[in-house]
């Protein structure tokens, strides 16, 4: 991959973990119901998506440093 490429990636990896944030509060809240069950059910469901987000971090910051390494 060239630097162009890694950087493209590096800020879509970035984008992607903030959209993981507001996409697990999103679930939290709109996909809970009125009983137990589909409230848990949003609950976890929610947390999984936003455990995504460390990931993505992460390899947004692994593709910025591959980026600037010198060749």
Do not use: Y
């Amino acid at each position: 991959m060239n630097l162009t490429q890694l950087k493209l990636l590096s800020k879509l990896c970035f984008i992607l973990g903030f959209a993981s944030i507001i996409g697990s509060i999103a679930i939290w809240f709109l996909t809970g119901g009125t009983e137990a069950e589909t409230k848990a059910h949003a609950e976890r469901f929610g947390i999984f998506v936003g455990l995504w987000a460390p990931t993505f971090f992460i390899l947004s910051s692994r593709f910025d440093r591959f980026a600037q390494k010198p060749s």
